[in-house]
């Protein structure tokens, strides 16, 4: 698990911009903001997986089918599909990202670098909109209030009924989706981030995931693939924490990955947070 880049001043794009990005519409659709901006995870099953993005509707899925059978799934949230786009109209980013992307050639790795340093920063420099921090907010102190005081964090943040100065410790987790691409598959690309504490921290760790779907591989991959850099989208997938020195982390595949076959679970697992495999 990789950091996101620290925020940094983006050139300014040429003049030739307005005419550059004029020839094309940005996919943001008209009245965006009567679409949900956050979902619980229980709520964004496969059904949702455009507006949610393959790993938050997976999520989704493990809580609604497996809780019956004693599968413990950590609860949590997701931002939607038409946050993002909402998050891009409201700072004007749809137009300079544009400019930086459209016509990248991802062979020029210099190039590759420096238009995607210039795209990371723009987004990281931009604000949440308000109704988009006021509902991530919301969803987090609602997520404090049925955590068990165990899994709390003191000193951060505010209390959520549960005692004052303290804040449920979440994964902030990336998760894109393409709307007429459901089939699409960005897994891997974008950032996760552990133990985030507090409900600043928690936005910045959300600004962080939006500039992770700029990072030079997840461009790459998108320009090999054909894929319209303003048309993938990101959810973020809010998730509490698992006490992992009581524990362990990993990864369950639903088939041998060594050989592909289908009628086996291959468990992995290691001691601690297991970053590595986020």
């Known amino acids: 698990m990789s950091q996101a880049p620290s925020p940094s001043q983006p050139d300014s794009p040429s003049s030739s911009l307005s005419s550059r990005a004029s020839s094309r519409q ?12 956050v979902l619980p995870l229980e709520a964004a099953g496969l059904e949702a997986i455009a507006a949610v993005g393959g790993k938050n509707a997976s999520l989704g899925e493990l809580l609604r089918e497996l809780g019956s ?30 400019y930086l992307l459209s016509d990248l050639d ?17 987004v990281l420099a931009a604000r949440l909109p308000d109704d988009l921090q006021q509902a991530i907010l919301r969803a987090y102190r609602l997520l404090g209030e049925n955590t068990a005081s165990a899994a709390l964090v003191p000193g951060f943040g505010s209390g959520f009924g549960t005692g004052e100065g303290t804040a449920v410790a979440v994964a902030v987790r990336s998760s894109a989706t393409a709307e007429d691409l459901p089939e ?26 939006y500039a992770s779907l700029f990072t030079d591989r997840a461009i790459s991959y998108r320009i090999l693939h054909g894929f ?34 289908r009628d086996a679970v291959l468990l992995t697992a290691a001691y601690g947070l297991g970053a590595c495999r986020a």
Do not use: K
């Open 106 to 122: 991802g062979r020029d790795l210099a190039a590759l670098q420096a238009a995607g340093s210039a795209a990371r920063a723009l």
């Open 184 to 209: 699409a598959s960005f897994a891997g690309q974008q950032e996760t981030f552990l133990n985030v504490c507090g409900e600043a921290e928690l936005l910045a760790a959300c600004r962080r995931c």
């Open 69 to 98: 059978v004693g599968v413990r799934v950590p609860g949590g949230f997701a931002t939607t599909a038409w946050a993002y786009r909402a998050f891009l109209e409201a700072n004007g980013l749809s137009q300079p990202l544009d």
């Open 228 to 261: 319209d850099h303003l048309e993938v989208a990101l959810s973020i997938g809010v998730q509490r924490m698992v006490r992992s020195d009581l524990a362990a982390s990993g990864v369950m595949f639903s088939l041998d990955t060594e050989t592909g076959f």
């Open 26 to 37: 940005p996919p943001i659709r008209s009245g965006v903001q009567t679409q949900p901006l």
